[in-house]
């Protein structure tokens, strides 16, 4: 399997998401860094345990009044199992905040989501994919853990809540499964709002030489997403994604995006919303319809925002059709057949930061997931190397060296 490279998007024909350092719709509160599971490339490692609840709260009242958020995304470690998540979302849902906790879900009980329920939570997203070391799970390939999915999205409904979202960090391996665990979705209509596919990432540890102060360091296994990967298995890109996605679902079209800080082709974020009834994909929002929402909503709530209070959309998404092309297309081909129900799949594409061959990093360029520290905010995925030296440590590639000292 080789996705066409020549798919591409295109940024004239997205929207970029109006996001800034103060102005983010996401707070990301890691409660603990404590996990039950290990997943290949996770980036937090286990120093200090379980946050105490008054420094949740800190964190939290920090996000609220320096980056004017609308949801505070719950992480870890594995948020479940910290002793007081239920008193956190409750604290989040008295600041008249979303809540949306992010778990690879082995914690989760009906009576646990019940009690988060009645706390205020807006929402569950579940990270399963093949190369965790899951229990009972461990080996199985994405169809296959499709089983397991479907029991989180079961309950997920059975207890109320607004649809589940899953993720799935993209390998080389996995790679071909992507529509088929996006298929899973579409067929879980109702249960599952989307799927997030974030690409795997690593610190390489082959060819590029680490410094601290301009000193060299040798982080060994220091950092838990250092690794001897080849390229090309750290190197997937989510136009890769993107790509592969729009072979087999012609009908998909992302529609927001975030750039990166270095590259200017960079596509870190991709956002598309499809439009289905049936089994039909009817189209994808278009960039009108996501600048139409974010600014309305800023405009009537004061913030951005990312993750709604419901079930999605309905044939009143239609009414986009005045001002988006896309909805007008999705329109024409729901009325050749009407009277069926409508509803919406977000498809979210990530990928994450990518060392250059002169040694700068692209970063997601005003990243939605930066978190609290020491008084400031940093990047939740490099947040280790802050916890472990104070700063970011500083990669340059051999070859860029011995063209420095030459």
Not at 147 to 160: K, P, S
Not at 236 to 253: L, R
Not at 350 to 373: E, I, K, N
């Amino acid at each position: 399997m080789i996705p066409d490279k020549s798919i591409i998007p295109d940024k004239r024909n997205l929207y970029r998401w109006p996001w800034s350092l103060n102005d983010n719709p996401i707070g990301w509160v890691e409660v603990t860094d404590i996990c039950n599971i290990h997943c290949k490339g996770c980036y937090r490692q286990k120093l200090a345990g379980h946050k105490p609840l008054e420094e949740i709260k800190k964190e939290v009242l920090f996000l609220k009044q320096w980056r004017n958020v609308d949801n505070i995304s719950i992480a870890g470690g594995e948020a479940l199992i910290h002793p007081e998540i239920v008193d956190i979302v409750d604290f989040i849902t008295h600041q008249g905040l979303k809540s949306f906790i992010l778990s690879n879900g082995v914690r989760l009980t009906e009576d646990l989501l019940r009690d988060l329920k009645r706390a205020g939570l807006t929402g569950i997203g579940f990270h399963i994919d093949s190369l965790q070391k899951r229990p009972h799970w461990t080996g199985k390939n994405e169809i296959e853990l499709c089983e397991l999915r479907q029991y989180y999205a079961d309950l997920v409904a059975e207890v109320g809540m607004p649809p589940a979202g899953f993720g799935m960090t993209v390998y080389r391996d996995n790679f071909p499964y992507i529509p088929d665990v996006l298929r899973w979705i579409m067929k879980n209509r109702g249960k599952v709002g989307g799927g997030t596919f974030i690409t795997y990432r690593g610190a390489e540890t082959s060819g590029v030489d680490y410094y601290l102060n301009g000193r060299p360091v040798d982080l060994g296994d220091s950092l838990s997403y250092m690794t001897d990967d080849a390229p090309e298995d750290i190197g997937i890109k989510s136009t890769d994604v993107y790509a592969w996605i729009k072979q087999n679902f012609p009908g998909y079209e992302a529609s927001g995006y975030l750039g990166g800080t270095q590259s200017h082709d960079s596509f870190k974020w991709l956002d598309g919303y499809m439009l289905c009834a049936g089994d039909e994909i009817l189209g994808s929002l278009g960039k009108k319809s996501m600048e139409f929402v974010q600014v309305m909503h800023h405009l009537l709530f004061g913030t951005y925002f990312v993750y709604l209070k419901g079930s999605g959309p309905s044939t009143a998404a239609f009414l986009l059709a005045l001002i988006d092309k896309d909805v007008r297309h999705a329109l024409g081909r729901y009325l050749r057949n009407p009277f069926r129900r409508v509803y919406g799949v977000s498809v979210a594409i990530v990928q994450a930061p990518d060392l250059l061959p002169d040694g700068r990093v692209d970063m997601c360029d005003s990243c939605p997931d930066m978190t609290y520290f020491e008084g400031r905010l940093v990047n939740s995925c490099r947040l280790d190397e802050y916890r472990k030296f104070g700063q970011l440590v500083t990669a340059i590639p051999r070859r860029e060296r011995e063209r420095e000292l030459a």
